[in-house]
């Protein structure tokens, strides 16, 4: 039961919120202005007038070790090369360059483990382990072009992987632990990795999870896959094959302490990440070298105002997501930051763990999602409030669209009204942040992501003419070629062409979002047009949930959409029937729910499954999930005279109403 303090609390916030949301515009604060990095509006108009200017002036504060003759490389669109001829080091540029400038001390990383451990990596330490390790992958056999992949959690070992591969020039293939077994085996066989780097167990609220044991169970007969690397990370007991497994605590051990960092092209590429798209396969996003950096290290000084000397910098993404590779791993370390590294939960051990966190490394940047802000603000503001949080100066958000009160709630309760916020749209494909407000420069709007970063152009066009929208709704895209800019779908050139540079073109880049622009011009993203779902800001495809359920031996054909939800954005929903005449319960909804943990991950387990005897079709055969999106909101039904068999909808509207009355 709650206390009256509390329930009095509640009620003035509840007042100071509904008063906040009057507010149209907040300005940065002129303390902040007046410190900020960026404070001159004209950089917009600079970058505008000479992006390729722009961006050189941001490759220059890299360090090349020879310089590009030509900046964009732009005869042979959608493949554009960016700093041509450029040749440079990621990890050198993330490390070395530090150390040799007298900053080999500076911490990169307070790391918390979830039972409270704590252990700072200097700069020079992360050197230090990344050459042993990179030697150790050369041992193993590792060349350069050879692709790595990483299953690993939050652990220190996750950045020393990343970093060793970029040096030797081993793309790497991350991915996400949430992610089952079979997802890292599937994206292993797409990618043809030579080696996987995993972990012997991981934390997860209190307990271990086996992890290399999960991994053995599925990953046998990969031709491709000569070596697995386990990290000792929770003393979890596994079994390890001869010739294909090694300790990584052995090898680094074993292994030459000095590695040169390898000089490589600018299009070399640096990794490759599996998102997902409108079909089942997850699309292989390829990033390269130096527009890669290029684009993080500038978004990450600008979009965070980041003073390494002084600021404590904290993403609380996990670094299997596009968030962790750009704005824990690359960004962060190319400019020098000290970052918090939290290995767990943000409710384990207790709801205020995050708040703890701050109070104790003195954080004074968080970026994380809006729905761990909602999750926050459910679990109520005492907890913040029992933690000093002045250190904080500035705060993110990505991921998904920030509701107006979720924004209020951070601005207020977190940020105690002094610290701007930027929220930050951008996906897995552009690398780098696109559209945010510059915190020393732009009034925000509370759930408007704003305008374009310097260098970036962005259109909101409409969906039928195609023609730019200064004002309303439509489709957006980005005009003109980015540094940080994917350079193709791994192995799928022919589907990179088709997803972003076919409806409008080859030198328009279809985002697939839809937005909005306001009579003022700023960028409004309302979310996926595609049969694309954001739970909690992962993001999943329809279909590929769709295959993993009908991978259940009593499913005859399902259909998933994505219906709005409270926490977590959105929920994934599934119509489901069942082979023959079996009647579903609650077992088979379990069942279903735990095929779709084993095919790709628990957290794409559906919230709700709903019993269809049949499914809505077009004559051809198509499922029509306008329809059950329609069903699952309680919205007036669409258009219904294409489908083959208009009965179905009264019985699946039925059935939705019977669900929901259950629920409440
Ligand atoms: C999709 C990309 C950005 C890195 C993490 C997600 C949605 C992302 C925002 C935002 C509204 C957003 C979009 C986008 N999205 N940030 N600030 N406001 N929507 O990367 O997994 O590739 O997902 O996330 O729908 O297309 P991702």
Redo the contacts with the bound molecule.
Sequence with gaps: MATESEISDGDQLDRELAELLEVERFEPPPEFRERALLKDPAVYEQASRDPLGWWTRQAEDLHWFSRWDTVLDDSDPPFYKWFVGGTLNVSYNCLDRHVEEGRGERVAFHWRGEDGQERDITYADLLAEVQRFANALKDLGVRKGDVVGIYLPMIPEVVVSMLACARIGAPHNVVFGGFSAEAVRERMEFSQAKLLITVDGAARKGTTAPVKDRVDEVMGGLPSLEKIVVVRSKGTACEMQQGRDVFYDEIVAAADPHCPAEALDAEHPLYILY??GSTAKPKGILHTTGGYLTGVSATHRYVFDLKPETDVYWCA?DVG???GHSYIVYGPLSNGATSVMWEGAPDYPHKGIWWEIIERYRVSILYCAPTAIRACIKWGSQWPRKHDLSSLRLLG??????NPKAWLWYHKVIGGERCPIV????????GA?M?TPLPGITATKPGS?TFPFPGVFAEVLDESTGEPLPEGQGLLVLTRPWPSMLRTLYKEEDRFIETYFSRFGRETYL???AARRDKDGYFW?I??IDD?V?VS???LSTAEVESAIVAHVDVAEAAVIGQHDEDTGQAIVAFVTLQGTLEGDESTIEGIRGTVADRIGKFARPKRIIWADDLPKTRSGKIMRRLLRDIAEGRALGDVTTLRDPAVMGELEQRVSELQAQED
């Design positions: 998102t997902s993404a997501w596009v968030t958000s990505v991921g998904e669209p920030i929220d930050t749209w951008w996906q897995t494909e552009t942040i559209i992501a985002v697939g979002d993203v979310g996926r694309v954001n800001g992962h993001r």
